[in-house]
């Protein structure tokens, strides 16, 4: 492989990562052989991934860093008195610290472990659930991840909350024209996706954030894609709760994290209740621990967050402006080598989008394009993305999603775009 031909300095830089950051060569090899996995075959072919954003691949750090902590140093955290236990408690809490540096939150405190995003929303939701009265407003969009439709549905259904989308625009990116004249003296959440996991359409949460301050409401947003393409800096976007998950980041399934401005952490009630939340228990009374132990209730996911914070550790190393770049070029190519094929339809086209490529073929059911790039050993996704609104929306009821990452290649893009052209043929 020639490294050259993946430096890419014509190529424009993604919403939010600045210019300024390219051109820089990437070194494709170095970083594919961190990842085991991308050397494996499928159905006698390489394994071209192009399924990062529904899980991506494990980065050998957070492998070995796993093992590590199993073969060598592991016991249940906290309050242990045994050496086993301050090492592993040493390890989950600089965890914590690297999640904290990743998305610059001013403390470590302001990291809430959970299993994942969708449990982050639904500890957020819960809470906030306590306090919230009939006719209240929760504002949310057409093309969330159901991870942020549904959690907040329960409230609509137990508490009787309205629950309002932002409409989406043709290119798949929300309309926040209409969308913010949405905001109003009911609304008391705002709960947007920074990056749709179906069009890669990226959110400029800063007018929402605004609006949603003036009328005193939280604003939640779901970094579950963003913050895998994108510099996120919690501080910066000045939002009440951020959330996002391990296992797109190139780190174990099982831990995600919720960040919660001080104050906004503060107002939630416990979601949870078990071991380690508490201050004292009695027969008649409880007090609990302040955050973020308060919402981690019971033996934590402690090998993961482990794995995760070696994974962020890594991908801190390096240099996140010509990765945006990288990825916005295997986009570019994968689109180009497609133009003109007539019989496709790209959902999502707006120009500063993640490299997300959702895609309905004429003719052909999404699953079964999907079986026919497998077997060219080509991974994509089919299905509703678990966004059936934003299905809707396109007047579709599934499409198939080829998303790249770091580690993938301009070759593979060819391959990708050379086997969608083959099976299409199956179906003309
Ligand atoms: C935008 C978005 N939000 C939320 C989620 C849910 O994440 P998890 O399943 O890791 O909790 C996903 C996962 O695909 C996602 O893409």
Redesign the pocket.
Known sequence: MNPTALRHPEEPALAGVSKDALPRPFDIAAIRAQFPILSRQVNGRPLVYLDS??SSQKVQPCIDAMVHSMTHSYSNVHRGLHTLANETTEAYEAARESVTRFVNAPSSRQIVFTK???EAINLVAASLGLQLQPGDEILVSELE?H??IIPWHFLRERKGVVLRFMPVRDDGSIDLEAGLKLIGPKTKVVAL?HMS?VTGAVLDPAPVIAAARTVGALTLL?G??AVVHLPVDVQALGCDFYVF?G??LFGPTGI?ALYGREDALAQLAPYQGGGEMIGSVAMDAISYADPPHRFEAGTPPILEAVGWGAALDWLMAQDRGAIAAHEHALYARSVERLSGCNWLRILGTTPDKGAILSFEVEGAHAHDVAQLLDRYGVAVRAGTH?AEPLMRRFGVTSSARASFALYNTLEEADAFADALIKARSFFA
Do not use: M
């Open positions: 954003a529904a994942g995003a969708t991840h991870a942020n996706s996991n779901d579950c894609q998950s296992h797109k995600g678990c």
